[in-house]
């Protein structure tokens, strides 16, 4: 593979994981983010500084998929403590 159809693939790939996290399909995203490393880390050990260039674009793509990450899990952990409130006030009626 030429390095730049190797620097597309990766782009492409970094896009395809922002863009599932942007959109919250968490399964998706761990089915691309499952391969990521491998992928990242035979590009480099075959190109190395050649990918240089697209270097800045995967790492604001990560934070971005972090930013999303780190949204969802807030998310989460709100419907978390809104249901065990839920939980704990159908305890306290029963009682």
């Known amino acids: 593979m030429s390095v730049e ?3 597309l693939t990766l782009l492409s790939h970094s896009k395809n994981m922002l863009n599932a996290a942007q959109s ?5 995203f761990s089915e691309l983010d499952s391969v990521w490393q491998n992928q990242l880390q035979i590009a480099v050990e075959n190109y190395g500084s050649q990918l240089d260039s697209i270097g800045e674009q995967l790492l604001k793509d990560n934070e971005n998929i972090q930013n999303y990450v780190k949204l969802a899990q807030a998310k989460l952990s709100n ?3 809104k249901s065990s409130q839920s939980h704990s ?3 306290q009626y029963l009682k």
């Not at 919250?24 to 998706?28: I, N, P, S």
């Open 5 to 7: 159809k190797q620097k």
């Open 24 to 28: 919250e399909d968490w399964q998706r």
């Open 79 to 81: 419907d978390l403590q």
């Open 89 to 91: 006030s159908v305890k």
